[in-house]
């Protein structure tokens, strides 16, 4: 791996994987505390539309999917907090529409739509310059938003109610929350692709939730270990020669299976004492 190096696109993969890491490490906390795992994987599907207007318009497809994204995340917010629709519809509802707009945008595309299947099942091997350098800024915004509301997304995570008496806009801060998960979820299209996005968005932070219930604890944990993902998981792919975003997947899956088997291990000496 290490002589790989020599090589662009691996040095861009793996600066990719690690500003992937930042963002799934700190927002998937949120996402496992609060128990929207579902809301983060029908942002990301609904992405997809943004993906096809971009091939239809003609341009970066992440762009579109950074438009398709927010709607979705603001779309779900509304429905499942202003109207009597239940949360699930209204996730499966934008999922479904996101998906086949984005495959009636490519159809009317003239021509072959290159990079497809990189868009769907990643690829962090064709990440370009640009391509890192939208990662980082969006990167820069979930960082800077997750730091100046902290306690306020605290509440929010443990206490709603709570939250709410004391004055924070409970409401506005979970729409925040949720264009954070797609803000996100666009940071993670390209390594893992569309659909494995809710896995690095999910597991990394499922792991660190067994060693620690302390949400800052949670957050850094879940960075290292997605940065163990994303670095083991290239490894790997550069190895067996195998897809990189599904091994990255895989190997996080793996990481998270022994983390649960270890916490379980030490809860059972503690009883055992």
């Known amino acids: 791996m290490i002589d790989a190096l020599q090589y662009e696109f691996v040095r861009n993969a793996l600066i990719a994987g690690l500003l992937a890491s930042i963002a799934c ?7 496992v505390v609060n128990r929207i795992v579902f809301i983060s994987g029908g942002i990301a599907h609904a992405s997809f539309g943004g993906i096809g207007l971009g091939y239809f318009l003609g341009i970066n497809p992440i762009l579109g999917a950074v438009l398709f994204s927010l709607a979705s995340a603001l779309g779900i917010g509304v429905l499942s907090k202003r109207t009597k629709l239940a949360e699930d519809i209204a996730i499966g509802v934008l999922w479904a529409i996101g998906m086949a707009l984005g495959i009636i945008f490519i ?14 099942f990643g690829d962090i091997l064709l990440v370009s310059h640009s391509d890192i350098i939208m990662m980082l800024i969006l990167d820069v915004v979930i960082v800077s938003a997750v730091s100046l509301l902290y306690k306020e997304f605290l509440a929010l995570s443990f206490d709603e109610e709570f939250g709410t008496v004391v004055g924070i806009p409970a409401e506005r801060l979970y729409y925040l929350l949720l264009c954070l998960i797609a803000l996100s979820v666009v940071v993670l299209i390209k390594v893992v692709g569309v659909i494995l996005v809710i896995a690095l968005l999910t597991i990394p932070a499922a792991t660190s939730r067994q060693f620690t219930h302390n949400l800052k604890k949670m957050m850094l944990l879940s960075v290292l270990f997605g940065v163990i993902c994303a670095v083991g998981g290239l490894w790997l792919s550069y190895e067996l020669d195998l897809a990189s975003g599904a091994t990255i997947v895989l190997v996080s899956g793996v990481l998270f299976l022994v983390s649960l088997a270890f916490s379980r291990l030490r809860r059972r000496r503690r009883q055992g004492v």
């Open 25 to 31: 490490g700190v927002i998937g906390v949120y996402v």
């Open 107 to 120: 159809g009317l595309t003239p021509g072959y739509a290159p990079d497809l299947f990189s868009y769907l």
